[in-house]
T-cell receptor, first 110, second 114 residues
Framework: AQSVTQLGSHVSVSEGALVLLRCNYS??????LFWYVQYPNQGLQLLLK??????LVKGINGFEAEFKKSETSFHLTKPSAHMSDAAEYFC????????FGTGTRLQVFP | DTEVTQTPKHLVMGMTNKKSLKCEQH?????MYWYKQKAKKPPELMFV???????INESVPSRFSPECPNSSLLNLHLHALQPEDSALYLC?????????????FGSGTRLTVV
């Protein structure tokens, strides 16, 4: 069965600092991987997706993620955090259904 | 139109009530989904509809009854719910149930069972 593991339920950064949210996957076949963001009392918004076309995937709001097969990782990064990035971030893997990781809450301090 | 619209946004119901949640999309997507999300937890899949037919039921209790009247509309009928069913119910859609399609989510219905 496919699964994703998000390391760190909470990440805190200062405004302007690098954001790194970790996601490792488990899959016996090439995975389809996604990052979603959820703002308070809202639904989920797709940030980016990996579908084997390119290992470095650029998404919305300045986020990007790199697929590393050797490390079974798909970490999400942003060079410079903004206060508006504070939210819950979910990594997800899709086989016959979309399965989410446990989420990472990003806090951004001024 | 690139949205999934869910109504109502908030719902409070008693354990003997019958209510329905509604989800609508006009993107031509042929797969639609219901997820349940408890506080501080990830969304959990409940049902998948593909081409208006139920394709996955994640062993959801029968007090939750999904319905897909047409390709744009998805309902979730609720009856005799328990307080532990209080949660955010999210609807999503995708172009198809195939593996590389991302999902578009609605803003959810916040359900409270009293």
């Amino acid at each position: 069965a496919q699964s994703v593991t998000q390391l760190g339920s909470h990440v805190s950064v200062s405004e302007g600092a690098l954001v790194l949210l970790r996601c490792n996957y488990s899959s016996s076949v090439p995975p389809y991987l996604f990052w979603y963001v959820q703002y308070p009392n809202q639904g989920l918004q797709l940030l980016l997706k990996y579908t084997s076309a390119a290992t470095l995937v650029k998404g919305i709001n300045g986020f990007e993620a790199e697929f590393k097969k050797s490390e079974t990782s798909f970490h999400l990064t942003k060079p410079s955090a903004h206060m508006s990035d504070a939210a819950e971030y979910f990594c997800a893997v899709k086989g016959d259904k979309l399965i989410f990781g446990t989420g990472t809450r990003l806090q951004v301090f001024p | 139109d690139t949205e999934v619209t869910q109504t109502p946004k908030h719902l409070v119901m008693g354990m003997t009530n019958k209510k329905s949640l509604k989800c609508e999309q006009h993107m031509g997507h042929r797969a639609m989904y219901w997820y349940k999300q408890k506080a501080k937890k990830p969304p959990e899949l409940m049902f998948v509809y593909s081409y208006e037919k139920l394709s996955i039921n994640e062993s959801v209790p029968s007090r939750f009854s999904p319905e897909c009247p047409n390709s744009s509309l998805l309902n979730l009928h609720l009856h005799a719910l328990q307080p532990e069913d209080s949660a955010l119910y999210l609807c999503a859609s995708s172009q198809g149930a195939a593996t590389n399609y991302g999902y578009t989510f609605g803003s959810g219905t916040r359900l409270t069972v009293v």
